[in-house]
């Protein structure tokens, strides 16, 4: 069975860095990109990135370029997002995602979410 | 950067009644390359279809998907209880890979 879990929530204060994990099982890890997406509370999906596990090759959507970054150890099956100086307007609900190859790229599977809460 | 505008953005209807859901993108899409999602409260988005019409995985037959360049449909043919939800638009054809605003089901 295919299963993205990811790491707890967490409740981090301005400035202070913050790196979530998602780890996929079930399935080969570094033969599917995975995708992070936020939704902020409230409101829509954004699409943040995705990585290729296989060779940690990431791209980024201009939005969050810089702002965050994405990687991955292929050796433990991990992906994850990191921040190094969190603010305010970070908290959200992150999800990771695989991107599909029969679904033509689209996210077949989905992490639970990992809850980011920054407040002074 | 494609942007998908989700219409309307809430649906009042009930159980058994149509929905139709648009999902129109400022450039053209690839019909290859646009999706559907389901999330409900306090749970992750569902891939409900892909290539604008194809249903995913244990995905049943009220749902289908339509559409081509730069407008794209997701119609609901009996709305079950279940189906209460909001719905995403996904293109990924074209970087960044951009989400519709979502557009709300709700029961009337």
């Known amino acids: 069975e295919v299963q993205l879990v990811q790491s707890g929530a967490e409740v981090k204060k301005p400035g202070e860095s913050l790196k979530i994990s998602c780890k996929g099982s079930g399935y080969s890890f570094t033969t599917y990109w995975i995708g992070w997406v936020r939704q902020m509370p409230g409101k829509g999906l954004e699409w943040m990135g995705i990585i290729n596990p296989g060779d940690s090759e990431a791209r980024y959507s201009p939005s969050f370029q810089g702002q965050v970054t994405i990687s991955a150890d292929r050796s433990i099956s991990t992906a994850y997002l990191q921040w190094s100086s969190l603010k305010a307007s970070d908290t959200a609900m992150y999800y990771c995602a695989r991107q599909g190859r029969i679904t033509a790229l689209a996210f077949d599977y989905w992490g639970q979410g990992t809850q980011v809460t920054v407040s002074s | 950067e494609i942007v998908l505008t989700q219409s309307p953005g809430t649906l009042s209807l009930s159980p058994g009644e149509r929905a139709t859901l648009s999902c129109r993108a400022s450039q053209s899409v690839s019909s290859y390359y646009l999706a559907w999602y389901q999330q409900k409260p306090g749970q992750a988005p569902r891939l409900l279809m892909y290539?604008?019409?194809t249903r995913a995985t244990g995905i049943p037959d009220r749902f289908s998907g339509s559409g081509s360049g730069t407008d794209f449909t997701l119609t609901i043919s009996r709305l079950e209880p279940e189906d209460f939800a909001v719905y995403y638009c996904?293109?990924?054809?074209?970087?960044?890979?951009?989400f519709g605003q979502g557009t709300k089901v709700e029961i009337k």
């Open positions: 996904q293109q990924y054809g074209s970087a960044p890979r951009t």
């Open positions: 290539g604008a019409s």
